[in-house]
């Protein structure tokens, strides 16, 4: 069963870092890519980042230069560096697999909340 | 950047009743076009695939159509579970989603 799990969100001033992880299983991060949506308050979906098989990194125009994405094959995770946070980075942060060239994403996780606010 | 716009915002319906949602892509996207049902605490989930592409384990009162820049995502017949927000999302160039369809039940 394909499972993805997220964790780190929380709490975090302007200006602050916070790091999410994705814990994932039944399948290995390597094999596919895996991306990062978020969805503000009472907005829609705004997609994030994407890692893709080789291991090179996406990014959205609105987190580029402060967002990093990396993974651990060992570990079968994936990491969302968050740097120079702004109050419009709040937001349920989910981690999703997402099918190669057709690009829609298949599974997704439950989410995790990250609030940057003074 | 792909703009995707989704009509209407909000649709209430009753059990039982058909609706459809549409959304259009500010140019041509060819199938690039995926339909996400969304509720509150829950992950999202993928309804519909390459426009008309039934995904594994959902139910068949579910349907999509459309190419280019139009799109249709259709429920046959509302059931209880299906009052949620639903999302479009283009995979053409990078990924972009429409602003939500909120279902509620009339």
């Known amino acids: 069963e394909v499972q993805l799990v997220e964790s780190g969100g929380g709490l975090v001033q302007p200006g602050g870092s916070l790091r999410l992880s994705c814990a994932v299983s039944?399948?290995?991060?390597?094999?596919?890519?895996v991306s990062w949506v978020r969805q503000a308050p009472g907005k829609g979906l705004e997609w994030v980042s994407v890692?893709?098989?080789?291991?090179?990194?996406y990014f959205a125009d609105s987190v580029k230069g402060r967002f990093t994405i990396s993974r651990d094959n060992a570990k079968n995770m994936v990491f969302l560096q968050m740097n120079s946070l702004r109050v419009e980075d709040t937001a349920v942060y989910y981690c999703?697999?997402?099918?190669?060239?057709?690009?829609?994403?298949?599974?997704w996780g439950q989410g995790t909340l990250v609030t940057v606010s003074s | 950047d792909i703009q995707m716009t989704q009509s209407p915002s909000s649709l209430s319906a009753s059990v039982g009743d058909r609706v459809t949602i549409t959304c259009r892509a500010s140019q041509s996207i060819g199938t690039y076009l995926n339909w996400y049902q969304v509720k509150p605490g829950k992950a999202p989930k993928l309804l519909i695939y390459s426009a008309s592409s039934l995904q594994s384990g959902v139910s068949s009162r579910f349907s999509g159509s459309g190419s280019g820049t139009d799109f249709t995502l259709t429920v046959s017949s509302l059931q209880p579970e299906d009052f949620a927000t639903y999302y479009c999302h283009q995979s053409s160039e990078t990924h972009s989603f429409g602003q939500g369809t909120k279902l509620e039940i009339k």
């Open positions: 039944g399948f290995t991060v390597e094999s596919t890519y």
């Open positions: 999703a697999r997402e099918v190669p060239v057709d690009g829609y994403f298949d599974s």
């Open positions: 890692i893709y098989r080789d291991g090179s990194p």
